[in-house]
């Protein structure tokens, strides 16, 4: 059964310190989204890659946020100093361009906690 | 932005009954897509259900079939037979190209 792994799953930290969070794609996905979720906006996208390209990282605060697919197989998430705003779980999600719309499948999130 | 509208915040359910939960969008697009995605307590977000715009049929997956009205702009999502499993938050999605649009969701709680 195939699956879209993330870790850490869970991550406490302090205000100022780097954060990154990992995820290994469905094996043959060409596609690879980031998306951040809080209980005052929701779902948000982050980031996406399409053939390790990232081709919409309009959503990712430039600043702080960076987002990298250094191969096929990991996609990164880091986050550089963290602030408690950045409190959320994020997601990754992979899916296949086959044409119209894909199915987008998640994994199952990195809760971050930032003191 | 483009609305997707659950006008159902919560909905308890019987065991083993049938519930239909609703879903409305905006769009202004001839070519998308529509999901639904389940969010347990645990926090993963689960695919469960696509249909295209262009598909004539409704689509089924197991217990779940979407009711999609085209002209309504609706995508209602029955889950048959319901089980305490299914205790979860529901999530219509409209995508087009790569973004989704996610509606506001709907917590559904099964009642043994």
């Known amino acids: 059964d195939a699956r879209v792994t993330q870790t850490p799953r869970h991550k406490v930290t302090e205000m100022g310190q780097e954060v990154t969070m990992r995820c290994q794609p469905i094996?043959?996905?060409?596609?690879v989204f980031w998306y951040r979720q809080t209980m005052m906006q929701g779902l948000e996208l982050l980031a996406y890659?399409?053939?390790?390209?990232?081709?919409?990282d309009s959503g990712m605060p430039k600043d702080r946020f960076s987002a990298e697919m250094p191969d096929a197989t990991l996609a990164t998430l880091k986050i550089q100093p963290s602030e408690p705003r950045d409190s959320a779980v994020y997601f990754c999600?992979?899916?296949?361009?086959?044409?119209?719309?894909?199915?987008?499948?998640f994994g199952p999130g990195t809760r971050l906690t930032v003191l | 932005a483009q609305k997707i509208t659950q006008t159902q915040p919560g909905m308890f359910v019987q065991e083993k009954e049938a519930v239909t939960l609703d879903c409305t969008y905006d769009?202004?697009?001839?070519?998308?897509?529509l999901f639904w995605y389940k969010q347990p307590s645990s926090g993963e977000m689960i695919f469960l259900i696509y249909?295209?715009?262009?598909?004539?049929q409704n689509a089924t997956e197991g217990r779940y079939s979407l009711n999609f009205q085209k002209a309504r702009k609706s995508a209602n999502l029955v889950i048959s037979a319901s089980q305490l499993g299914d205790s979860a938050m529901y999530f219509c999605?409209?995508?087009?190209?790569?973004?989704?649009?996610f509606g506001a969701g709907t917590t559904v709680t099964v009642r043994a």
């Open positions: 249909q295209g715009s262009y598909d004539e």
């Open positions: 769009t202004s697009d001839q070519s998308y897509g």
């Open positions: 999605v409209r995508g087009r190209d790569y973004k989704l649009s």
């Open positions: 890659f399409r053939n390790r390209a990232p081709l919409d």
């Open positions: 999600a992979s899916g296949l361009v086959v044409g119209g719309t894909d199915t987008q499948y």
């Open positions: 094996l043959g996905h060409n596609t």
